[in-house]
């Protein structure tokens, strides 16, 4: 198995990308820690893992407030659990498109401390334990906006665009550390942030894709896979981008 006895953390996991990675990561011999701000979701996912006769572990985390990301890595300590891996997945988006003359400053500051600040403070933590042990993979979930711009989304543009100069910052800093960092900025995918667009929008979503679909959680999930097990040993400071040829 790919990541046998390795800890790994996922931030947002209660669903969508995150849930699948969680689940397949355990799949592959990881003790997961499921990092999500829902109570309920977060048991939910680590319950599905047990099911499966995987290991998992439930901590309330709240990505965007650095205290509550730092309980998050001390209960790891309490628990002697190393970081081998961590996927910063935590996200969420405009409720609708907005113009980014009607932006409000609470919208901007919300998405912005969510995924660019909750990105930051978890890589943080993890290099903070990774360095000793010269080893470690972090994953940053970016998205096609960072790359190619979505129109009436502004906030969440500039934050996975933060997200993937952030990635590559970092990288080349701690790359003589042996931590590996990487990014992956999907395009379409089938997840709850979709609803927050236009039925519009949903329905182009296929036809603007080249191959004709929209993309399946799993198929995120599974790129996540590569970039934190052996197979990635000589990957870092990239941004692979599962799109169905929405963006090249």
Not at 31 to 52: C, D, H, P, Y
Not at 200 to 214: D, F, V, Y
Request: charge should be neutral; glycine fraction near 10%; hydrophobic fraction near 40%.
């Amino acid at each position: 198995m790919k990541l046998e006895n390795r800890v790994a953390i996922i931030t947002g996991a209660g669903s969508g990308i995150g849930r699948a990675t969680a689940v397949m990561f355990a799949e592959e011999g990881a003790r997961v820690v499921v990092a999500e701000l829902s109570e309920t979701a977060g048991q939910q996912t680590a319950e599905a893992i047990r099911q499966r006769g995987g290991e998992a572990l439930a901590i309330v985390t709240d990505v965007s407030d650095t205290k509550s990301v730092a309980r998050l890595f001390t209960a790891l300590d309490e628990r002697d659990w190393p970081v081998d891996v961590l996927v910063n997945n935590a996200g969420n988006a405009e409720r609708e498109l907005t113009p980014v003359g009607k932006v409000s400053d609470e919208t901007w500051d919300t998405i912005l401390r969510v995924h660019l600040s909750g990105t930051f403070y978890c890589t943080r933590e993890a290099v903070r334990r990774m360095t000793p042990r010269k080893r470690g993979a972090i994953i940053n979930l970016g998205s096609v906006a960072g790359l190619s711009g979505l129109p009436g989304a502004s906030s969440y543009t500039a934050a996975k665009g933060g997200v993937i100069a952030l990635t590559k910052g970092i990288s080349q800093e701690v790359a003589p550390l042996g931590i590996r960092v990487n990014c992956i900025a999907p395009g379409w995918i089938e997840t709850p942030i979709l609803d927050n667009l236009p039925q519009a929008w949903r329905e182009r979503m296929p036809k603007s894709t080249p191959l004709g679909r929209i993309g399946r959680p799993e198929e995120i999930a599974s790129v996540a896979l590569f970039l934190a097990s052996d197979d990635a040993s000589f990957v870092t400071g990239q941004v692979i981008s599962p799109n169905g040829g929405l963006y090249c």
